[in-house]
């Protein structure tokens, strides 16, 4: 049937994920970065998710989709806020959000002072402790020196310029993508004449630290 539904213009979305927490039917996910309705039956077309994106990137279409199915709807509803209730009572360190580099303010209060950790977001996988060894009472940042778009040293220098951060740890893998990490850190912090306490720590394919 024809009816009205959600776009979502790939080029605009940042993945942010505002607009998955904005869908009330869990019809939205994050897929490879990016914002995706992933299940025309439970998404009503009322878009509820529009004014939760920031980059304006969802706008309403009239196109085939699966009839609305509000009882499947509901149903998917009902098992979202268990989900979320069970993560509040696990609980985590992390102590500022966003975290991803690329949305992370250049300058921000959580920063003063603080011990920052620059991580490749594969290392979060690979270290089981990766939380209570590097997250906690830490201010963090991740992001992959290979396949996420640009070079962060313009970005990173922004940050190490405008705030007064006490200690930076850069977290990367042994793998060779990861091998530009520390080097985008180092530039960053002499562009700006940084003399921040600096260390690099390696993790292993097998999750040991080298």
């Known amino acids: 049937m024809i009816r009205q539904m959600i776009r979502i213009d790939d080029e605009k979305c940042d993945g942010c994920g505002l607009c998955t927490e ?3 039917e869990g019809a ?6 990016k914002a ?3 299940r025309d039956d439970i998404c009503d077309g009322l878009g509820n998710c529009l004014p939760a994106c920031p980059q304006s990137a969802i ?3 009239m196109r085939e989709a699966a009839a609305f199915d509000e009882a499947a709807a509901k149903k998917n509803e009902q098992a979202i806020p268990m989900a979320g209730q069970q ?4 609980g985590g360190p992390l ?3 966003p975290i991803q580099m690329k949305l992370i303010p250049s300058k921000a209060p959580y920063f003063d002072n603080a011990d920052v950790v620059i991580a490749a977001d594969c290392t979060a996988y690979a270290f089981a402790n990766f939380h209570g060894t590097f997250v906690k009472d830490n201010v963090v940042m991740i992001g992959c020196p290979k396949f996420d778009p640009g070079d962060y040293t313009v970005k990173l220098a922004e940050i190490f310029s405008q705030n007064r951060i006490k ?3 850069v977290v990367k893998m042994e793998v060779p993508c990861c091998s530009n990490l520390d080097r985008i850190v180092m530039t960053a912090l ?3 004449s940084a003399r921040t306490p600096y260390r690099v720590i390696t993790i292993s394919t097998d999750g040991k630290i080298l």
């Open 22 to 24: 904005a869908c009330h």
């Open 28 to 33: 939205l996910a994050l897929v490879n970065g």
């Open 36 to 38: 995706k309705l992933i």
């Open 59 to 61: 706008s309403f279409e």
């Open 87 to 90: 993560l509040i009572k696990q």
């Open 95 to 97: 102590k500022q959000w």
């Open 167 to 169: 200690t930076v740890t």
């Open 190 to 192: 002499a562009k700006v």
